[in-house]
């Protein structure tokens, strides 16, 4: 494969399928938080203080505010461009650490059912990923300080960065470079001193973080849980190669077989975060949701991993056959790029995944009612989608409020609410019964659907008179 000792190829044939699916396709990528940071960034100009939010995560607004103009297909372009220069640091990546087939990560990574669908969403994780490998990258380069200096910046792109400053920090002490650790607070520093004027704290980084309570909303789940919904992130052929990937840089590390590092970056960085996350969905803890989508903020270095694994393959293989030791790339390769369209469940479902879902159907509907009977009316809502769909500025207080008991209490004359039956539920409290009950308030449009994987939608409109 002498072409593919160049990542271009494979990063302009990412470009080209990324295009494609924006031209194609009009989904998300998700209907819930894509949606929400995405209004951050587009709301920031008007309101500073959004750049300091810290749900919103205040790098990624920052980053992502200029593209948001433009509208959600800035977001899904600036995120399109960034899963690309990852594919570009983990190809360069997996040279610097000599293992063989290095192109490989790029055809897992392109070909990662989810890492793919959520290129096109407003989530933070694609942003995640390519700050951690570049950070790594940076690291084995021995440029040590620009890489905590990354690092630093991560919390502020997703709360797990605090794991990885942990472990980016004890690798610094293990090295004996101490006033490393100095460029750990680099991140905290500036938002503190930046955000300050907002939060009257300069610690605010710290006492502002959402998820900092022993409970969740969501419930809880199994241990394995993660462990489970991984071969839906990635697909199987992916899914396959990290387990023996992960066994065989376990087994080589005790023989004494490969460097520490390698197995303290890779390994540690890859057990540490996914048993972080299954504690906390175990216990039902710091607001977990047990999303499978986080396992994306570490698929460069699953993607590592999964080629060392297939290295190992074919240098067994070699000791039988040459050709059959070849050939199993191809193999692997193949089969990697044709899952993603075959019918396994971990598979892309194009018509579901892509497109928007049952619940932004229904809301396009109701939509298109206010705008055929009303004329700049207030909403009460949970499902902040209707911010972008109307046209309405989510942040400001006069055009838009949360569906909480206190926004009903307090609503007016002419306000329209908009009870759907996940966001109003589960995120506010506020059941359809509670609202049908109001005296003043009037039933005026509902509309319900179940898409083809039994997801069910119901939307109903309320005017307040």
């Not at 070909?111 to 390519?130: D, N």
């Not at 991560?154 to 460029?183: A, N």
């Not at 969501?218 to 066994?247: D, M, N």
């Amino acid at each position: 494969m002498k072409l593919l000792r160049s990542p271009y190829p494979l990063m302009l044939l990412h470009l080209i399928l990324g295009v494609l699916t924006l031209i194609i396709f009009d989904g998300t990528g998700d209907s819930g938080d894509s949606i929400y940071h995405y209004l951050y960034a587009r709301s920031a100009p008007d309101h500073p203080e959004l750049y300091f939010d810290h749900w919103a995560k205040p790098l990624f607004v920052l980053l992502y505010s200029p593209m948001a103009q433009i509208g959600f297909i800035g977001v899904q372009l600036l995120n399109l461009l960034v899963v690309n220069a990852t594919l570009y640091f983990t190809y360069q990546t997996a040279k610097k650490l000599d293992i063989p087939s290095p192109y490989f990560t790029l055809i897992l990574l392109i070909f990662s059912p989810l890492y793919f669908v959520l290129t096109f969403s407003g989530l933070t994780e694609p942003l995640f990923a390519f700050f951690l490998i570049l950070a790594f990258f940076m690291q084995l380069n021995k440029r040590h300080a620009l890489a905590i200096v990354l690092i630093s910046f991560l919390p502020f792109v997703r709360s797990e960065g605090l794991f990885f400053i942990g472990i980016f920090g004890l690798w610094e002490v293990l090295r004996g470079r101490y006033t490393s650790l100095l460029f750990l607070l680099t991140g905290s520093f500036i938002y503190g001193l930046a955000g300050y004027f907002v939060h009257n704290d300069f610690f605010w980084t710290i006492t502002k973080i959402p998820y900092s309570k022993l409970s969740s909303t969501y419930g809880s789940g199994t241990a394995l849980h993660f462990i489970e919904q991984l071969i839906y992130v990635v697909g199987i052929p992916f899914y396959l190669l990290f387990w023996i990937g992960f066994l065989f840089l376990t087994v080589h590390y005790f023989l004494r077989r490969t460097s520490f590092k390698l197995v303290y970056f890779l390994l540690g960085s890859v057990v540490a975060f996914i048993l972080a996350h299954t504690i906390f969905w175990y216990y039902g803890i710091f607001n977990s949701m047990g999303l499978k989508r986080v396992l994306i903020c570490v698929i460069p270095f699953m993607a590592l991993i999964a080629t060392y694994g297939l290295s190992q393959i074919q240098f067994i293989l070699q000791h039988f056959s040459y050709r059959l030791a070849g050939a199993i790339v191809y193999i692997f390769a193949l089969y990697t790029m044709v899952f993603p369209f075959t019918k396994n469940p971990a598979a892309i479902d194009f018509k579901h995944d892509l497109n928007l879902h049952v619940e932004q159907v229904q809301a396009n509907k109701i939509a298109n009612y206010i705008n055929a009977h009303y004329k700049e009316p207030k909403i009460i809502v949970g499902n902040t989608y209707f911010c972008e769909i109307l046209n309405i500025d989510c942040f400001d207080p006069s055009r838009k409020s949360f569906i909480t008991p206190e926004a009903i209490e307090t609503a007016q004359p002419g306000d329209l609410i908009i009870w759907d039956n996940w966001f109003s539920i589960v995120e506010h409290g506020i059941s359809l019964d509670y609202l049908i009950n109001q005296p003043n308030f009037k039933l005026v449009f509902e509309t319900e659907n179940t898409d083809n994987r039994e997801r069910y939608s119901k939307m109903v409109l309320f005017e307040v008179y």
